[in-house]
C-alpha cells in the first residue's frame, strides 16, 4: 500500500505542474480537433447522437430503477474526494457504469440497456447516472482537458426548467427530457437546481475526435491522468460504493 505522505507529495506535485502543462496541451489539442472548439456543440456533429436520443426513455426507466436504491447511490464527493471544493452537501449524486476509462462490472449489470447502448459511443471514457437534489449550486469552474468531449441526456427534468439551468460560458441553458446537451467544460461554467425536484441526466465523456500529433497527445495526457493519485483513489472508493449497490438490489430480490 502507497505511503499516504507519498500520494500528498504526488499530488501537490501534479497540482503545481499539470495547471502549467495542461494549459499548453489544450492550446495544441483545439488546433488539432476535428470538431471544432465551440462551448456547445451541434449533435448532428455526432453520428451517434441521434441513436442515444431514440432509447432515451429505455435509460430513464433504468435510472429509475437506480432511484429505488438511492441511499446506496455516492455523493460524488465519496467517489472523488477532489470534487468537495464543488459540493460537498451530498446533494450530486452519481452512479457510475464506466468512470475515468474504467467499467464498473457489478453496476453496469444492473443496467445492462443503458450500458449496451452508451458502449456504442466512441471513446467513451464515463457514463454515470448524474442526480442533482433541490437546492443544489456548483460552482464557477472549469474542466482539466479538451481531450474529452462532455454529454448530458436529460431523463428527468423538473417541472420548473427555468430553476434548473446550467451556464455555459455565460450563456444558460436549459434541459430537455430525451435531449442531449453536448458540449467542452473547459470553458468555465456554472449549475444551479433551485427547483423542489431532482434532476437527473446520463452525464458521459468521450474522447474528442483528433487528428495526429493532437490524437497521440491527448491520449498520453490521458493515460497520465489515469494513473494519477486523483484517479485511483476514485476508482478504489468507486468499487466501495459499487458493492453496497449492488448489495441492495440483491436485499430486493430476496423480499
Known sequence: MANPQDWSRSRKLMLRYGGR???????????????????????????????????????????????????????????????????????????????????????????????????????????????????????????????MINGHLALKVPAEREKCRIMLDGTVHLWEEGKLLIFDDTYYHEVWNDSGEDRIILLFQFFRPMRLPGRILAKFFLGLIRISPFIKDAKRNMAGWQDAFVNAVSKEKQT
Request: charged fraction near 20%.
Open 21 to 147: 502543462l495542461r494549459l499548453w496541451i489544450n492550446l495544441w489539442l483545439r488546433r488539432y480537433s476535428l470538431v471544432g472548439d465551440p462551448v456547445v456543440f451541434d449533435r448532428e456533429i455526432f453520428p451517434w447522437a441521434k441513436s442515444l436520443e431514440a432509447e432515451w426513455e429505455v435509460i430513464r426507466d433504468e435510472a429509475m430503477m437506480v432511484m429505488r436504491h438511492r441511499h446506496a447511490v455516492p455523493p460524488l464527493e465519496d467517489v472523488s474526494p477532489d470534487h468537495a471544493r464543488l459540493t460537498n452537501e451530498g446533494k450530486w449524486q452519481s452512479f457510475f457504469l464506466w468512470g475515468y476509462g474504467f467499467k464498473a462490472q457489478g453496476q453496469a449489470a444492473a443496467c445492462p440497456q443503458t450500458t449496451r447502448i452508451v458502449e456504442q459511443i466512441p471513446g467513451l471514457m464515463t457514463a454515470m447516472f448524474s442526480i442533482h437534489a433541490p437546492g443544489l449550486h456548483i460552482p464557477h469552474h472549469k474542466g482539466v482537458t479538451k481531450a
